[in-house]
C-alpha cells in the first residue's frame, strides 16, 4: 500500500503561481511513475504531468511550456510547479502514484481555483 499526501493549492488570480507537493510513504519501494491529474465537475480525470524514474516527464498539451513537474526520489515527494495560470486550471489536482505491478494509488486531492 502506498499512501499521498497532498499539499498546496488554493486561490490564486490569473497568471499567478501556485505549488502543489505530494509526499509518499508505505510500500515507497514500489512506486515507478508519479504524476498529477485533475478532475472538474461533470468531467472525467485528465493526465496534467507524470514523470518517471530518471526523470523524464510527460505533459497535457494545455500546461506544456507553465508547468513544471519534479521528483525528489530521497524524499519520496513530487512536486507540480503551476505559472501563468488560467481560468481553465480550475480543478481539483490529485496525486497519483503507480507501481512496477500497475496498481495505482491517489491523494484525497486538492482545489486550485483561478479567478479571472
Known amino acids: 500500500q502506498v499512501q499521498l499526501v497532498e499539499s498546496g493549492g488554493g486561490l490564486v488570480q490569473a497568471g499567478g503561481s501556485l505549488r502543489l507537493s505530494c509526499a509518499a510513504s508505505g510500500s515507497i519501494f514500489s512506486i515507478n511513475v508519479m504524476g498529477w491529474y485533475r478532475q472538474t465537475p461533470g468531467k472525467q480525470r485528465e493526465l496534467v504531468a507524470r514523470?518517471?524514474?530518471?526523470?523524464?516527464?510527460n505533459y497535457a498539451d494545455s500546461v506544456k511550456g507553465r508547468f513544471t513537474i519534479s521528483r525528489d526520489g530521497a524524499k519520496n515527494a513530487v512536486t507540480l510547479q503551476m505559472n501563468s495560470l488560467k481560468p481553465e486550471d480550475t480543478a481539483v489536482y490529485y496525486c497519483?502514484?503507480?507501481?512496477?505491478?500497475?496498481?495505482?494509488?491517489w491523494g484525497q486531492g486538492t482545489q486550485v481555483t483561478v479567478s479571472s
Open positions: 497519483n502514484a503507480e507501481t512496477y505491478t500497475y496498481d495505482r494509488y
Open positions: 514523470i518517471i524514474p530518471g526523470g523524464s516527464t
